[in-house]
């Protein structure tokens, strides 16, 4: 059984920045395909990022393209997205998800994870 708990998340202007964190449990993140969604009110649950199982490829939403970075730390056994240039539209609960799968390959459908975190805040004000 994995355990994900997400932090970082904040009120923050426009053009600010933020690091969030993904901390697991029960596995070592170097064994887990991990990544990034999140929802809106009033919206479905949207594809942020992606890590493979081997941390080699990664992969991101268009309108992120540029903007987030996804990394990880298997040292501290801990997934990350930095968001550079936060925008209005970005403002969501923010979760991160973990599949054990061991390839390549980078998951963007949120059917594809096993087990998520609880979601952590993040509020882009104008």
């Known amino acids: 059984q994995v355990q994900l708990v997400e932090s970082g998340g904040g009120l923050v202007q426009a053009g600010a920045s933020l690091r969030l964190s993904c901390a697991a449990s029960g596995r070592t993140i170097s064994s887990l395909a991990m990544g990034w969604f999140r929802q809106a009110p009033g919206k479905d649950r949207e594809f942020v990022a992606a890590i493979s199982w081997s941390g080699a490829n990664t992969d991101y939403a268009d309108s992120m393209t540029g903007r987030f970075t996804i990394s990880r730390d298997t040292a501290k056994n801990t997934m990350y997205l930095q968001m550079n240039n936060l925008k209005p539209e970005d403002t969501a609960v923010y979760y991160c998800?973990?599949?054990?799968?061991?390839?390549?390959?980078?998951?963007?459908?949120?059917?594809?994870?096993?087990?998520w975190g609880q979601g952590t805040q993040v509020t882009v004000s104008s």
């Open positions: 998800a973990a599949v054990s799968r061991a390839n390549a390959a980078t998951y963007k459908n949120h059917f594809e994870y096993d087990y």
